[in-house]
C-alpha cells in the first residue's frame, strides 16, 4: 500500500529518487595456482538523480559505463553497495516483490516472455501472476494489440517469432499490469528501421495517454531524439550530464559547419576565430564554428567579402559530441543544462 | 509460502497445458521414460539371474529398496527437475527476468519447464513397489503400513531439498549442474542397493552428512525387519520426515543467501 504519508510527500516532483548511490563489485581473479587477488569494481560510482512523475528518460552511455547496472538496482534485480534509492517510495532490493507489481520491464537482449509457448499463454500468465482484474486485463491486451498490431502473433510460439516481433511482445508483457515507470534497455537494438519508428511512437503514445514514467538505456541515439525530453549521460560510473538534449552541444563545446558555395573557386575565407575553414573543395568551402554562437553574424561576414551562392549549416552530430565529450571530461561534476528544468 | 505454491501452480499449470497440446508426443515420451528407467530394474534382475541374494538381501527385498529410491526421486523430479538448468539461466541472464516478477523466484525455477511426462519414472518405481511388497516376506503390523508411503513422501522432500540446494549454488558457481547431478542421480542409483554393499565411511556419510540413508535404508531396514546401516536406534526409521524437514529448512536458507548474493550479468 502506497498511502504512507512519508511516500507520498513531495512524490509529484520525485517519482525516482537516486541519491549518492554506488554499486562496487567485488571481483576475484585467480593468479598462480592458489593466489587469488581481490579487486574492486566500481560500476556506478555515487549517482545522483530524480525522475518526476511521467517524464521520458534516455540514459546513454558507452558499454561498461554502468547503465545497466543502475536500470538493475531500480528494478530490485541488485542491491546498492551505497546510497539511497527509492522508486515510488519503494526500496527496490528490499521489496523486490512488491514493487514488481508497479514497474515493468523490458530487456532488449532477452525476452520476458515464455520462449517454447505461444505469446497468447505468456499474456495469460502475466494476467494471473500480476493478479490483473479480468476487466482491466482484456481492456489492456485489447489496447496493446491494436497499437502494436500483435493479432495474428498470439497463437504464434514466441521461438518463432522476428526479434522485432518479440520485441513489441515483450513491451506489451511489460504493460498489462499498468505499471507507472517503464524501464527499456536498449529496446530498438537489432530492429529495423520501421520497427524502430513503432516502437518510438508507442512510447511516445503510452506516455500521453496513461502518463506512464520512461526510463530507457540506448546505444542509438535517434531513440533519444524522438522520444526522451530529457538524457543523462553516464561514463564509468558517473553521471557527467544531466539535462535537455539540445544542451548536450553546449556541454560537449561541440561544433557546428557552415557550409558555403562561393561563385568560383576562392583562397580559405577569413573568419574571426575560434571559426576556422575545415575543408575546401572547388567553390564549396567548410566552416567550423562554436555551436554556441548563432550562425548570422558569420554568415553575414562572409556575404560581405565573398561572392556567396548558397549556404547550409550541419548541425553537430551528438554521438560525435558524447564522444568529445568523453573525451574532454576529467572527473567534473554533472553538468546540467541551463534548458533543462 | 502460499503465494510461492499459488505462483508454482499456475507456472506448472500453464507448462501442462501447453504439454497437452501434442498428445502422441507425449504418450511416447512418457512410455519412453517408463522403459528407460525400468532399465536400471532390469539390471538388478540380471544380476539376481546369477546370484540369488546380494549383501543377504533378496530380490524382493532390493527391488523394495529400488522401488522406494526411485519412486521417491521420481516425485522429487517431477516437482523440481528443471532446477539444475538455473545455472545455464543466470549465465545467459535470463535469471534477471524471474526477478522483475511480483513472484517468488524459486516458484519460478521449479515450475519452470514443468513435464506430466517425468511421471515415467514414478509409475515405473510404483509398479515395482507394489510387485515387492506383495513378493517379499514382511511381517505387516500398522506401523509399517503407515511408514511406506511416510518414507516415499520424505524421500521426494529429501530430493527435492537436494535440488534446491544445488540451485542455491548454481548462483555461485554457475556450471556446477555436474556437481548437483552426482548428488541426486548418483545418489538415487546408490540407493537402489543394500548399504552393505557400501563401505563403512560412505554409508557414514550419507547418513549422518548428506542424509540419503533416510531416504530409504533405513526405514526400508524396518519394514523388513533387517537390522539398521550403523546401528541406528529403533526410533530412527520413523526419523525420516523431521530429516527431510531439516534438509528443506537448511535448502531454504541456502536459497535465500544465493538469492541475495546474486550479481547479475554485465549487459
Known sequence: MSGRMGTTAGSEGAFIEVDRVEKVFDVRRRKGLLRRERHQVRAVDSISFTVARGEMVGYIGPNGAGKSTTIKMLTGILTPSGGRLRVAGIDPSRERTRLAHRIGVVFGQRTTLWWDLPLIDSYKLMHRMYRIPDARYRENLARLVELLDLGDLLEVPVRQLSLGQRMRGDIAAALLHDPEVLYLDEPTIGLDVVSKTRVREFLRQVNAERDTTVLLTTHDLQDIEQVCSRVMVIDQGRLVYDGALAGLHEVGESERTLVVDLERECPPVEVPAPARVVRVDGPRQWVAFPASEPAAALVTRIAERYPLVDLSVREPDIEAVIAQMYAERAGRAPTRSPQSS | ?267
Request: with cysteine.
Open chain 2, 1 to 267: 509460502m502460499v503465494e510461492g505454491l499459488r505462483a508454482y501452480r499456475m507456472i506448472a499449470g500453464m507448462w501442462v497445458r501447453s504439454g497437452m497440446t501434442y498428445r502422441t508426443s507425449f504418450v511416447f515420451t512418457l512410455f519412453g521414460n517408463l522403459v528407460l528407467t525400468g532399465m536400471d530394474f532390469v539390471g538388478i534382475l540380471l544380476m539376481f539371474s546369477q546370484v540369488d541374494s546380494l549383501a543377504g538381501w533378496s530380490l524382493p527385498e532390493v527391488a523394495f529398496l529400488y522401488a522406494a529410491s526411485v519412486t521417491s526421486f521420481g516425485l522429487a523430479h517431477l516437482a523440481a527437475g528443471s532446477m539444475p538448468q538455473l545455472g545455464t539461466r543466470i549465465r545467459d541472464g535470463s535469471f534477471d527476468v524471474l526477478l522483475v516478477r511480483p513472484v517468488p523466484v524459486l516458484a519460478q525455477v521449479g515450475g519452470d519447464r514443468f513435464s506430466l511426462r517425468r511421471l515415467g519414472r514414478v509409475v515405473q518405481g510404483g509398479a515395482v513397489l507394489g510387485w515387492a511388497l506383495v513378493a517379499a516376506d514382511v511381517d505387516w503390523t500398522v506401523a509399517k503400513v503407515l511408514l511406506v508411503p511416510l518414507m516415499v513422501v520424505s524421500g521426494a522432500a529429501i530430493f527435492v531439498a537436494l535440488f534446491v540446494a544445488g540451485a542455491a549454488f548454481q548462483i555461485y558457481a554457475q556450471d556446477a549442474a555436474e556437481v548437483q547431478n552426482a548428488f541426486t542421480y548418483g545418489g538415487t542409483t546408490m540407493l537402489q542397493y543394500p548399504p552393505a554393499v557400501f563401505g563403512k565411511e560412505l554409508v557414514r556419510g550419507v547418513t549422518f552428512v548428506l542424509p540419503l540413508a533416510f531416504v530409504n535404508w533405513v526405514p526400508a531396514a524396518h519394514v523388513l525387519g533387517r537390522p539398521y546401516p550403523l546401528e541406528l536406534p529403533g526410533w530412527a526409521a520413523f526419523a525420516s520426515p523431521l530429516v527431510a524437514a531439516a534438509c528443506c529448512a537448511l535448502a531454504g536458507l541456502a536459497w535465500r543467501t544465493g538469492l541475495r548474493s546474486y550479481r547479475s550479468v554485465g549487459s
